[in-house]
């Protein structure tokens, strides 16, 4: 258990968006006062807390290279590690993108103890509670710090739910488990009375385990701010994240802890098939080619000995090709079901929540504390309603809506931090599972908890056919939400309004129109890539063809390299079913197997230099994430548009 009152007498990080002043604190030994008016760095993603390469480590190495990825580039190795700092503070949005827990861990190791920002994002704020690692939105403790006062540890547990509160005074998740465990300490009753629920509200009263001894599961009802344990029906990792996890789990529960019914865990080899491709030579003189290899290698020998599925590689003529799939196209295609509660060591398993699923990103923490509990700790989130009505018109598509509506000033502020985006209304159930997905998928985006759409006959016809479910049994278990179901804010977007809408580079919440854009100078592009989870499915196969078929027919060629990446071997398949694989490679487009890839600057497509620009399909452009080059984001229609324009463009255009 932490003490009642703490006391900071390391230096404080003041990340100001001056450089100078950021160089003076690192390097001379600076001490800045807190100044309201000085203007601190938004948006640090967990991408520049540890860049993918630093991820490629998962113990207290981790410390050398924590902030090495933020904008700027001054933060060099060992710098905060050495800088005898205890404190680092930032602006708005602290922690967004990424699940991993690389990150929080970095900044543990390399002695800060506590992180304060505006606000912080969900899960990496919960990463933070698990590990030990404090947080606070309050800035008025910075002058209490200066002046060595102590600080009561209530300060940090102030708005906590009553579990998180118990999590940070046990000092992280595992401690706080062992006295649970232990019936040391018990989680308080959800008394919620009956209510209206949302759909994730009735998933999660559906699953919550309602007493520990017994195993029994459902209460009545929940509400926003509830704390409690549900059941998981669904966990899975990947090889980025499945050693860190594995070492927590036996650090934890001892060398032969087993998991709790592993038929329900899955791994997947998906996140640096393709690395040894575009790894830099700096890179393989770090060791860090053997380093990422032997990711892969400690997640087989896991899953062999576990007992757990693993999706792995694929080879064609002895050779490694890709991967069976990306974990999230997965899910939809072979795992997940309607109503259920899915979780995973990735931001973006909300994905998943296309099919009517409660589906979230954990930390390693959580999930090795899954593997044995198989629950896992929710804070009854609130629901935000995207009512969408009308018909999209030619050439816009589900990315555009998701960058619309991201661009909003609800999200731009972070106020969508921990939200669930509730889709419906016509204009969402008229779309495909592929499109639905793309809006579940970039939920996350938004500083969303999830997204979640209600699953109706597509969904039951796709998973029938897919694998052969009994369907009422998948009608049985779909969720509808109340009528009269409370939300915290509505969206009502008329489809037809929709304009095809980018993300200009360094945030997916930087949406403007395409035709803005066209008002100014043309942004040349360099790379062209189509792929990812988000830009990866069949329907997004069907709009890349479209898109190639008519820039091939006017005599076009492609100016800028361009690339497609398939989702999984399904959608391989059906691309070579529909002659798209002909089509694409006649027209100079270089095809990949499934991966992760360049969204994660892990394969081809990604940028080595600065003054490349990359117009891409994927879900995000943080600073870094895929190279050091910008990153307009866009739809896959606007992506190739843009491969044979030469320039971030339409198919109006061609």
């Known amino acids: 258990m932490l003490p009642?009152?703490?006391?900071?007498?390391?230096?404080?990080?003041?990340?100001?968006?001056?450089?100078?002043?950021?160089?003076?604190?690192?390097?001379?030994?600076?001490?800045?006062?807190?100044d309201a008016q000085r203007k601190l760095i938004d948006n640090i993603s967990t991408d520049e807390l540890t860049p993918g390469w630093v991820c490629y480590y998962y113990d207290e190495t981790l410390a050398r290279y924590c902030l090495v990825g933020l904008r700027g580039g001054n933060v060099k190795q060992d710098a905060i590690k050495n800088g005898g700092f205890e404190v680092i503070v930032s602006g708005v949005s602290k922690g967004c993108g990424s699940s991993r827990e690389t990150a929080p861990y970095s900044e543990l190791k390399a002695g800060i103890r506590l992180v304060i920002a505006k606000n912080i994002e969900k899960i990496y704020g919960q990463n933070c509670q698990n590990i030990g690692l404090l947080t606070s939105t309050d800035f008025s403790l910075l002058a209490r710090i200066e002046r060595g006062e102590s600080i009561p540890i209530t300060e940090f547990t102030k708005g906590l739910d009553p579990i998180a509160t118990e999590i940070v005074r046990h000092g992280g998740l595992f401690a706080y488990n062992q006295a649970r465990l232990a019936g040391k300490t018990v989680p308080p009753a959800v008394t919620t009375k009956p209510r209206p629920m949302t759909l994730c509200e009735k998933i999660i009263a559906k699953a919550a385990i309602a007493d520990a001894k017994t195993g029994k599961l459902g209460i009545p009802a929940v509400q926003p701010g509830d704390a409690l344990f549900v059941r998981t029906d669904v966990r899975f990792s990947h090889e980025y994240v499945t050693p860190m996890a594995e070492a927590l789990f036996r650090m934890g529960l001892g060398a032969d802890a087993k998991i709790t019914d592993p038929k329900s865990v899955f791994a997947f080899r998906d996140h640096l098939t393709f690395l040894d491709r575009i790894m830099p030579e700096a890179?393989?003189?770090?060791?860090?080619?053997?380093?990422?290899?032997?990711?892969?290698?400690?997640?087989?020998?896991?899953?062999?000995?576990?007992?757990?599925?693993?999706?792995?590689?694929?080879?064609?003529?002895?050779?490694?090709?890709?991967?069976?799939?990306?974990?999230?196209?997965?899910?939809?295609?072979?795992?997940?079901?309607?109503?259920?509660?899915?979780?995973?060591?990735?931001?973006?398993?909300?994905?998943?929540?296309?099919?009517?699923?409660?589906?979230?990103?954990?930390?390693?923490?959580?999930?090795?504390?899954?593997?044995?509990?198989?629950?896992?700790?929710?804070?009854?989130?609130?629901?935000?309603?995207?009512?969408?009505?009308?018909?999209?018109?030619?050439?816009?598509?589900?990315?555009?809506?998701?960058?619309?509506?991201?661009?909003?000033?609800?999200?731009?502020?972070?106020?969508?931090?921990?939200?669930?985006?509730?889709?419906?209304?016509?204009?969402?159930?008229?779309?495909?599972?592929?499109?639905?997905?793309?809006?579940?998928?970039?939920?996350?985006?938004?500083?969303?908890?999830?997204?979640?759409?209600?699953?109706?006959?597509?969904?039951?016809?796709?998973?029938?056919?897919?694998?052969?479910?009994?369907?009422?049994?998948?009608?049985?278990?779909?969720?509808?939400?109340?009528?009269g179901a409370s939300y915290c804010k509505t969206f009502d977007i008329d489809l037809a309004k929709v304009e095809m809408t980018v993300a200009t580079p360094g945030d997916p919440r930087n949406g403007i129109p395409l035709q803005q854009?066209?008002?100014?100078?043309?942004?040349?592009?360099?790379?062209?890539?189509?792929?990812?989870?988000?830009?990866?499915?069949?329907?997004?196969?069907?709009?890349?063809?479209?898109?190639?078929?008519?820039?091939?027919?006017?005599?076009?060629?492609?100016?800028?390299?361009?690339?497609?990446?398939?989702?999984?071997?399904?959608?391989?398949?059906?691309?070579?079913?529909?002659?798209?694989?002909?089509?694409?490679?006649?027209?100079?487009?270089?095809?990949?197997?499934?991966?992760?890839?360049?969204?994660?600057?892990?394969?081809?497509?990604?940028?080595?230099?600065?003054?490349?620009?990359?117009?891409?399909?994927?879900?995000?452009?943080?600073?870094?994430?895929?190279?050091?080059?910008?990153?307009?984001?866009?739809?896959?229609?606007?992506?190739?548009?843009?491969?044979?324009?030469?320039?971030?463009?339409?198919?109006?255009e061609l």
């Open 283 to 483: 890179h393989v003189k770090m060791g860090l080619k053997e380093q990422a290899a032997s990711l892969a290698t400690v997640q087989e020998a896991f899953t062999k000995k576990q007992g757990i599925k693993l999706y792995g590689e694929v080879h064609r003529s002895g050779q490694l090709v890709g991967s069976e799939g990306i974990c999230h196209n997965i899910v939809i295609e072979d795992i997940a079901e309607p109503g259920q509660l899915v979780i995973g060591t990735d931001s973006h398993t909300c994905m998943a929540g296309a099919i009517g699923c409660f589906a979230f990103g954990v930390g390693s923490t959580d999930m090795a504390n899954s593997w044995f509990t198989k629950d896992v700790r929710v804070k009854v989130p609130e629901s935000v309603r995207v009512n969408l009505r009308g018909e999209l018109r030619p050439g816009v598509c589900a990315k555009d809506v998701m960058l619309h509506l991201l661009s909003d000033q609800f999200f731009k502020t972070g106020a969508g931090i921990g939200k669930v985006l509730e889709f419906g209304g016509p204009g969402t159930m008229a779309m495909s599972l592929d499109e639905r997905a793309t809006l579940t998928n970039m939920a996350v985006e938004a500083g969303g908890f999830t997204g979640i759409i209600e699953a109706d006959a597509v969904v039951v016809d796709y998973i029938q056919n897919q694998r052969g479910t009994d369907r009422k049994k998948l009608q049985s278990q779909i969720v509808v939400a109340d009528a």
């Open 4 to 34: 009642d009152t703490l006391e900071f007498s390391g230096r404080v990080l003041h990340l100001s968006e001056d450089q100078e002043q950021l160089k003076a604190q690192l390097y001379g030994q600076e001490r800045l006062a807190y």
């Open 517 to 652: 854009l066209r008002q100014q100078a043309p942004k040349k592009v360099h790379i062209a890539y189509g792929g990812s989870c988000t830009g990866g499915k069949k329907a997004d196969m069907d709009m890349y063809a479209e898109v190639v078929r008519k820039a091939v027919a006017k005599g076009r060629s492609l100016q800028a390299k361009t690339y497609i990446q398939f989702g999984s071997q399904r959608i391989r398949d059906y691309a070579e079913k529909m002659g798209y694989v002909q089509l694409f490679e006649s027209a100079g487009v270089e095809l990949i197997d499934p991966s992760c890839g360049a969204c994660i600057k892990a394969g081809p497509g990604v940028s080595f230099t600065k003054d490349e620009v990359t117009v891409s399909a994927i879900n995000r452009n943080f600073p870094g994430r895929s190279g050091p080059g910008d990153v307009y984001l866009a739809s896959p229609y606007v992506v190739v548009a843009s491969a044979f324009l030469g320039h971030v463009g339409g198919p109006d």
